[in-house]
T-cell receptor, first 112, second 115 residues
Framework: DAGVIQSPRHEVTEMGQEVTLRCKPI?????LFWYRQTMMRGLELLIY????????DSGMPEDRFSAKMPNASFSNLKIQPSEPRDSAVYFC??????????FGPGTRLTVT | DQQVKQNSPSLSVQEGRISILNCDYT??????FLWYKKYPAEGPTFLIS?????DKNEDGRFTVFLNKSAKHLSLHIVPSQPGDSAVYFC??????????????FGKGTKLSVKP
């Protein structure tokens, strides 16, 4: 298996633009997680899905952030409009039965 | 409120010696604990885990110890190798409740193993 795949690996955008981050989980995994890592706050959970259904989105910072999982093979995280304080590394992870989570390589987002 | 704490942001160890990374938690509802290793520009990689019904789990050079009464776990790496230099994250899973599936991560400890 190729592992969790994220795209793009790097994204540089201007404030106010829409940003879309994509994730393909490991085949057969039933949980998908979106995390954000910053120096100040460390690794924080934004939202997670079980069988494509959002279970907990309490970590989503504000309404500018949204995430969907239309099928078991794909999820996206959108930020609209983006702001400089959204600059961070965004990780997607997947797991089977809520035990070990397997992370993708991350997307480094820079909002100028 | 930080439920999983790694109080040492960094640790430096000589190659061949033991590395001990510590983690404390506050929530007695946690039932499963994990350690992840992260290299720069990569995602965290699962390393080893332990269930709350055990007090020790070993995998090669890596051993995790759990002290439930103290709400403390530690990761021992013996012998340490330069390739072990990375940031290590401790994580815990809640057994019950609305957010059963997610992990709570500590802020990480950067381990440097010097040749």
């Amino acid at each position: 298996d190729a592992g969790v795949i994220q795209s793009p690996r790097h994204e540089v955008t201007e404030m106010g633009q829409e940003v879309t981050l994509r994730c393909k989980p490991i085949s057969g995994h039933d949980y998908l997680f979106w995390y954000r890592q910053t120096m100040m706050r460390g690794l924080e959970l934004l939202i997670y899905f079980n069988n494509n259904v959002p279970i907990d989105d309490s970590g989503m910072p504000e309404d500018r952030f949204s995430a969907k999982m239309p099928n078991a093979s794909f999820s996206n995280l959108k930020i609209q409009p983006s702001e400089p304080r959204d600059s961070a590394v965004y990780f997607c992870a997947s797991s089977f039965n809520t035990y070990e989570q397997y992370f993708g390589p991350g997307t480094r987002l820079t909002v100028t | 409120d930080q439920q999983v704490k790694q109080n040492s942001p960094s640790l430096s160890v000589q190659e061949g010696r033991i590395s001990i990374l510590n983690c404390d938690y506050t929530n007695s509802m946690f039932d499963y604990f994990l350690w992840y290793k992260k290299y720069p520009a990569e995602g965290p990689t699962f390393l080893i885990s332990i269930s709350s019904i055990k007090d020790k789990n070993e995998d090669g050079r890596f051993t995790v110890f759990l002290n439930k009464s103290a709400k403390h776990l530690s990761l021992h790496i013996v012998p340490s190798q330069p390739g072990d230099s990375a940031v290590y994250f401790c994580a815990a899973r809640r057994a019950f409740g609305g957010s059963q599936g997610n992990l709570i991560f500590g802020k990480g400890t950067k381990l440097s193993v010097k040749p």
